[in-house]
């Protein structure tokens, strides 16, 4: 046996007070916190195989078939699929959401590349969107009304953290998630990528990826407006508000060479301000959720 034999054994040590964005804060419900962190924890042991530098395409995705079995019970046991298990079994909610996680995991593990946004989108479907779906669940928001505004918004934080660390990806990992049909379109290379500071064409792949996250997070913005749990839903305003001014920082700062994330006092005033304009809402929250249902396609 090897000391990477298990799927703890590769553990980063990073959790969920190192994350870009807020993880179960303590804005959500103490009844919900601790399945979302035992699904954080879950995730994160996933995501640390398909990070590992030392282990083989093909150990990362037995270790990751193993943290599914534990997880749905066709294997043995793995102490870091147990607590989310034990979660689920509570609520009975199934393990599909985790799950699609473990496949975005698999993706990495096998593709270091990206051909278009097209793509991208279809790796951020597993990569991201199952995250918003199972917070959402877990709340007993209605999927019909909330999962749409939420794969856009957690599409754009999974593009938005691609941005913020494309430099660290390239170099340690020789993973580009920036489309190959963008680059060429601005005389990119995905050598630049390792250097110091960002060469204009890259630059300008910056802004126009970080434009397209403005654009879903667009799309994504009437959601706190249509969740029905109060703190879900300044939560959820706290992060779009947050991604919207890391999506406006991207469009001037290189995140090859500045700090794109601000501060703690400065983010504690963006999450204030998403906070209150999205309370400032919630007495006309009524007909903003009777308009979103009669213009959802049937």
């Given at each position: 046996m090897t000391s990477l034999d298990s799927a703890s054994a590769t553990r980063s040590g990073k959790g969920h007070r190192d994350e870009n964005f807020p993880v179960a804060s303590h804005l959500i419900h103490p009844r919900h916190r601790g399945a979302i962190l035992a699904f954080?924890?879950?995730?994160?042991?996933?995501?640390?195989?398909?990070?590992?530098?030392?282990?083989?395409?093909?150990?990362?995705?037995?270790?990751?078939?193993?943290?599914?079995?534990?997880?749905?019970?066709?294997g043995p046991a793995?102490?870091?699929?147990?607590?989310?298990?034990?979660?689920?079994?509570?609520?009975?909610?199934?393990?599909?959401?985790?799950?699609?996680?473990?496949?975005?995991?698999?993706?990495?593990?096998?593709?270091?590349?990206?051909?278009?946004?097209?793509?991208?989108?279809h790796y951020c479907r597993y990569s991201a969107m199952p995250v918003g779906r199972f917070v959402l669940d877990i709340h007993g928001e209605d999927p019909a009304r909330v999962w749409g505004p939420s794969d856009a918004i957690c599409a754009a934080l999974q593009v938005i953290n691609h941005l913020q660390d494309c430099g660290k990806d390239y170099r340690d990992l020789d993973r580009v998630y920036l489309p190959q049909d963008c680059l060429d379109r601005h005389g990119a290379t995905v050598a630049m990528l390792g250097e110091a500071k960002a060469p204009p064409p890259l630059r300008a792949v910056f802004r126009e990826l970080a434009q397209k996250c403005l654009g879903l997070l667009d799309e994504g913005a009437r959601l706190p407006d249509l969740i029905d749990d109060t703190r879900l839903s300044l939560e959820i305003a706290v992060i779009h508000r947050l991604a919207v001014v890391l999506s406006e920082g991207l469009l001037e700062r290189d995140p090859l060479s500045e700090k794109v994330h601000h501060g703690k006092a400065a983010f504690a005033l963006f999450a204030l301000r998403g906070a209150a304009a999205t309370l400032a809402r919630r007495p006309f929250r009524g007909r903003i959720v009777r308009a979103a249902i009669q213009g959802a396609p049937r």
């Open positions: 954080y924890n879950f995730v994160r042991a996933g995501d640390d195989v398909a990070d590992h530098a030392d282990l083989s395409p093909e150990r990362k995705i037995a270790l990751l078939d193993g943290l599914a079995d534990a997880l749905t019970g066709a793995d102490p870091e699929a147990a607590p989310l298990k034990a979660e689920l079994a509570a609520r009975g909610l199934p393990p599909r959401h985790a799950l699609e996680l473990l496949d975005a995991f698999r993706m990495d593990a096998r593709k270091n590349r990206y051909a278009d946004w097209d793509e991208l989108i």
